[in-house]
């Protein structure tokens, strides 16, 4: 946290509105520094969904997010318009990404999904958009696997398999600030 903080301080305040995008950047050369050592891999028509995770959680109070990289092979933009769970393993999921409010990072519902322009590749990693799902059944134990349905607007429904474990030393940690996520 203590980088993005200086990083914040050496920016005037009305350059402030390109922290998020800044941030969004960086995500994205540390996902590329990250060599997939336990690569999976989903594909439906045109897009790639390239190892979907969960961090494990210590009990069921507490949501999980769900990370996974995109890209869409094709020539037609798409977008991730939704993602379903199994009420056996959770009692609802919802699209979020995270904001940086002064220093805070809290979390918003996506409205309107990730976009996935035709060619472009997202990282939806720690510090930006991920997959919460709320009620869980169980808390979520590493090692563990289990369902996810992502919905995309052109390729439809695509089931993928989550595998829970630990962030790799590379993966940004921010600390998330989940007092918002009322149900
Ligand atoms: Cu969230």
Known sequence: MGERKALEYEISPDMKFLLPAFALLLSGIVYVAMTPA?????????IKIDHPWARPTVTTRQPAAVFFHLENTGERDDTLVGVEIDAGIAEGAELHTTINDEGTFRMRPLSNGIALPAGAQVAVQPGGHHAMLFGLAEPL?????????LVFEQAGRVEVEVVVEQPTEDAPKPEMDHSEHGS
Not at 38 to 46: K, L, Y
Request: glycine share 6%; charged share 30%.
């Open 38 to 46: 336990t690569a999976h891999e989903f594909a439906a028509s045109d």
């Open 141 to 149: 134990a590493e090692g563990r696997r289990f369902a996810v349905t």
